[in-house]
Protein backbone atom coordinates (compact mmCIF):
# COMPACT_ATOMS: atom_id res chain seq x y z
CA UNK A 1 0.00 0.00 0.00
CA UNK A 2 2.82 2.30 0.84
CA UNK A 3 4.75 1.82 -2.40
CA UNK A 4 1.30 2.40 -4.07
CA UNK A 5 0.94 6.03 -2.61
CA UNK A 6 4.30 6.62 -3.52
CA UNK A 7 4.06 5.68 -6.87
CA UNK A 8 0.56 8.04 -6.96
CA UNK A 9 1.84 11.18 -5.54
CA UNK A 10 5.12 10.68 -7.86
CA UNK A 11 2.98 10.19 -10.80
CA UNK A 12 0.76 13.51 -9.88
CA UNK A 13 4.19 15.46 -8.78
CA UNK A 14 5.96 14.79 -11.77
CA UNK A 15 3.88 14.30 -14.77
CA UNK A 16 5.41 11.93 -18.38
CA UNK A 17 8.50 11.42 -18.12
CA UNK A 18 11.07 8.85 -19.98
CA UNK A 19 11.44 5.57 -18.00
CA UNK A 20 14.82 4.24 -17.39
CA UNK A 21 14.68 0.55 -18.21
CA UNK A 22 16.60 -0.36 -15.17
CA UNK A 23 15.90 -1.22 -11.31
CA UNK A 24 16.19 0.78 -8.51
CA UNK A 25 19.73 -1.04 -6.61
CA UNK A 26 21.31 -0.30 -11.03
CA UNK A 27 20.35 3.07 -10.87
CA UNK A 28 22.06 3.37 -7.46
CA UNK A 29 25.06 1.95 -8.21
CA UNK A 30 25.39 3.98 -11.74
CA UNK A 31 24.28 7.26 -10.17
CA UNK A 32 23.05 7.86 -6.48
CA UNK A 33 26.10 5.72 -4.45
CA UNK A 34 28.63 7.72 -5.65
CA UNK A 35 27.42 10.88 -3.39
CA UNK A 36 24.64 9.46 -1.10
CA UNK A 37 26.13 6.06 -0.78
CA UNK A 38 25.33 2.30 -2.52
CA UNK A 39 23.45 1.83 0.91
CA UNK A 40 22.54 5.22 1.03
CA UNK A 41 24.96 6.19 3.98
CA UNK A 42 26.63 9.46 1.89
CA UNK A 43 30.24 9.33 1.33
CA UNK A 44 31.16 13.21 1.98
CA UNK A 45 29.37 15.53 4.49
CA UNK A 46 28.28 17.83 2.17
CA UNK A 47 25.62 15.48 0.46
CA UNK A 48 22.53 13.98 2.49
CA UNK A 49 22.02 10.46 3.94
CA UNK A 50 18.76 9.01 2.18
CA UNK A 51 19.31 5.80 4.02
CA UNK A 52 15.83 5.45 6.53
CA UNK A 53 14.37 9.16 4.76
CA UNK A 54 10.86 9.23 4.45
CA UNK A 55 9.82 7.46 0.84
CA UNK A 56 7.16 9.84 0.25
CA UNK A 57 9.44 12.66 1.05
CA UNK A 58 12.34 11.41 -1.23
CA UNK A 59 9.72 10.87 -3.96
CA UNK A 60 8.37 14.60 -3.36
CA UNK A 61 12.05 15.76 -3.22
CA UNK A 62 12.92 13.53 -6.57
CA UNK A 63 10.19 14.71 -8.50
CA UNK A 64 10.68 18.64 -7.88
CA UNK A 65 14.12 18.02 -9.15
CA UNK A 66 12.82 15.93 -12.34
CA UNK A 67 10.19 19.42 -12.68
CA UNK A 68 12.60 22.47 -11.73
CA UNK A 69 10.99 23.08 -8.82
CA UNK A 70 13.89 22.40 -6.75
CA UNK A 71 17.14 23.07 -8.69
CA UNK A 72 20.67 22.12 -7.83
CA UNK A 73 23.35 22.13 -10.19
CA UNK A 74 24.39 17.95 -9.21
CA UNK A 75 21.13 16.57 -8.61
CA UNK A 76 19.05 18.24 -11.07
CA UNK A 77 21.22 16.38 -14.13
CA UNK A 78 21.00 13.35 -12.26
CA UNK A 79 17.06 13.18 -11.68
CA UNK A 80 16.29 14.39 -14.99
CA UNK A 81 15.31 11.19 -16.97
CA UNK A 82 13.79 9.61 -14.08
CA UNK A 83 10.47 8.15 -14.46
CA UNK A 84 7.12 8.41 -11.87
CA UNK A 85 8.44 4.52 -11.41
CA UNK A 86 11.96 4.89 -11.14
CA UNK A 87 11.65 7.33 -8.08
CA UNK A 88 9.19 5.50 -6.27
CA UNK A 89 11.33 2.48 -6.28
CA UNK A 90 14.55 4.68 -5.50
CA UNK A 91 12.22 5.83 -2.38
CA UNK A 92 11.38 2.46 -1.05
CA UNK A 93 15.25 1.29 -2.05
CA UNK A 94 16.66 3.74 0.54
CA UNK A 95 13.83 4.09 2.99
CA UNK A 96 14.16 0.07 3.56
CA UNK A 97 18.05 0.99 4.40
CA UNK A 98 19.09 1.38 8.08
CA UNK A 99 19.68 5.30 8.67
CA UNK A 100 23.20 6.42 10.14
CA UNK A 101 23.87 8.22 13.04
CA UNK A 102 26.72 10.35 13.95
CA UNK A 103 28.95 11.26 16.96
CA UNK A 104 29.72 14.71 18.13
CA UNK A 105 32.27 14.77 20.98
CA UNK A 106 30.90 18.67 22.45
CA UNK A 107 28.19 17.56 25.01
CA UNK A 108 27.19 21.52 25.32
CA UNK A 109 26.67 21.93 21.63
CA UNK A 110 24.45 18.69 21.74
CA UNK A 111 22.55 19.90 24.62
CA UNK A 112 22.10 23.34 22.93
CA UNK A 113 21.01 21.75 20.19
CA UNK A 114 18.39 19.11 22.18
CA UNK A 115 17.05 22.56 24.07
CA UNK A 116 16.47 24.30 20.95
CA UNK A 117 14.83 21.23 18.93
CA UNK A 118 12.56 20.10 21.58
CA UNK A 119 11.52 23.88 23.08
CA UNK A 120 12.25 26.52 20.25
CA UNK A 121 13.51 29.83 21.40
CA UNK A 122 10.34 32.03 22.31
CA UNK A 123 12.72 35.26 22.56
CA UNK A 124 13.86 34.88 19.16
CA UNK A 125 10.62 33.39 17.93
CA UNK A 126 11.98 30.18 16.97
CA UNK A 127 9.24 27.41 17.76
CA UNK A 128 10.30 24.14 18.61
CA UNK A 129 11.61 22.30 15.61
CA UNK A 130 10.10 18.71 17.02
CA UNK A 131 6.42 20.45 16.48
CA UNK A 132 6.52 19.67 12.86
CA UNK A 133 9.83 17.26 12.63
CA UNK A 134 8.42 15.05 15.36
CA UNK A 135 9.97 14.69 18.90
CA UNK A 136 12.25 12.02 17.09
CA UNK A 137 13.55 14.02 14.37
CA UNK A 138 11.80 11.28 12.13
CA UNK A 139 9.67 13.06 10.30
CA UNK A 140 6.37 12.77 8.29
CA UNK A 141 5.74 11.80 5.29
CA UNK A 142 6.27 15.53 4.07
CA UNK A 143 9.21 16.55 6.44
CA UNK A 144 12.34 15.16 6.25
CA UNK A 145 14.01 12.81 8.69
CA UNK A 146 16.70 14.41 10.51
CA UNK A 147 17.87 11.94 12.73
CA UNK A 148 21.35 11.05 12.04
CA UNK A 149 21.58 13.20 8.74
CA UNK A 150 24.76 14.80 8.47
CA UNK A 151 25.83 17.98 10.74
CA UNK A 152 27.56 19.68 7.73
CA UNK A 153 24.49 19.09 5.27
CA UNK A 154 21.93 20.22 8.05
CA UNK A 155 24.19 23.66 8.41
CA UNK A 156 24.12 23.95 4.75
CA UNK A 157 20.45 23.50 3.76
CA UNK A 158 19.25 25.70 7.04
CA UNK A 159 21.95 28.27 5.42
CA UNK A 160 20.29 27.84 2.01
CA UNK A 161 16.62 28.16 3.85
CA UNK A 162 18.31 31.76 5.39
CA UNK A 163 19.62 32.69 2.30
CA UNK A 164 16.69 31.09 0.39
CA UNK A 165 18.84 29.40 -2.06
CA UNK A 166 16.77 26.28 -1.75
CA UNK A 167 14.41 26.74 -4.15
CA UNK A 168 11.38 24.44 -2.67
CA UNK A 169 9.79 23.78 1.02
CA UNK A 170 11.39 27.52 1.30
CA UNK A 171 8.30 28.89 2.38
CA UNK A 172 8.28 28.06 6.47
CA UNK A 173 11.84 27.20 6.60
CA UNK A 174 13.15 30.36 5.42
CA UNK A 175 11.44 32.28 8.74
CA UNK A 176 12.54 29.94 11.12
CA UNK A 177 15.90 28.95 9.40
CA UNK A 178 16.45 33.11 9.37
CA UNK A 179 16.25 33.43 13.26
CA UNK A 180 18.76 30.78 13.90
CA UNK A 181 22.19 32.33 15.29
CA UNK A 182 25.65 30.43 13.94
CA UNK A 183 25.31 28.84 17.35
CA UNK A 184 22.10 28.06 16.98
CA UNK A 185 22.78 26.17 13.73
CA UNK A 186 25.53 23.92 14.73
CA UNK A 187 24.09 23.07 17.92
CA UNK A 188 20.77 21.86 16.16
CA UNK A 189 22.83 20.25 13.32
CA UNK A 190 25.43 18.34 16.17
CA UNK A 191 22.34 17.36 17.85
CA UNK A 192 20.14 15.85 15.43
CA UNK A 193 23.52 13.95 13.37
CA UNK A 194 23.86 11.96 16.70
CA UNK A 195 20.08 11.15 17.16
CA UNK A 196 18.92 7.29 16.13
Not at 111 to 130: D, E, F, N, R, V
Not at 158 to 165: A, I, S, V
Amino acid sequence: MQRFTVLALVALLCGPSWALDIAAPDIVAMRCGACHGPQGQATSPIYPSLAGQNPQYIAKQLSDFVAGRRVNETMSPQAQDLSPQNIAELAAFFAAKPPRIGRVSNADSVAHGQALYTQGKAASGIPACASCHGLDAHGTATLPRLAGQNARYLSTQLQDFTLRRRTNDNAVMHDIAAKLSPEDTKALSDYLTQLP
